[in-house]
């Protein structure tokens, strides 16, 4: 069993930067950001691999960056260019196994894939 910690939530204007970060009890090959706004369904952000492929959900690319320090077992999500639609709660996801979904390693769209979750941090972004 892994345990993720996430932290580095907050409330921002319109236009700020917020960075988050998440911390596994033990690497992972894939992991990923996910978000869930009141009365939607949770969605992929951004998911990363060990050797640090990426991917992401077209309305953060070239604002949203996700890395990861594998000797911290910790995954980071830079968020730049805020924007008041991405006002969610935002969770911290770990697959136990690496997987290739949509030509990308640790595809981020691929919630069945994830099988360890956060309890999430809340991103509030006012305009």
């Known amino acids: 069993q892994v345990q993720l910690a996430e932290s580095g939530g907050g409330s921002v204007q319109a236009g700020g930067s917020l960075r988050l970060s998440c911390a596994a009890s033990a690497g992972t090959p894939c992991m990923a950001w996910f978000r869930q706004a009141p009365g939607k369904e949770r969605e992929g952000v951004a998911g990363i691999s060990g050797s640090g492929s990426t991917s992401y959900r077209e309305s953060v690319k070239g604002r949203f960056t996700i890395s990861r320090d594998n000797a911290k077992n910790t995954v980071y999500l830079q968020m730049n260019s805020l924007e008041p639609e991405d006002t969610a709660m935002y969770y911290c996801?770990?697959?136990?196994?690496?997987?290739?979904?949509?030509?990308?390693?640790?595809?981020?769209?691929?919630?069945?894939?994830?099988?360890?979750w956060g309890q999430g941090t809340q991103v509030t972004v006012s305009s």
């Open positions: 996801a770990a697959a136990s196994r690496r997987f290739l979904s949509s030509g990308s390693w640790c595809y981020f769209g691929a919630r069945r894939e994830y099988n360890y």
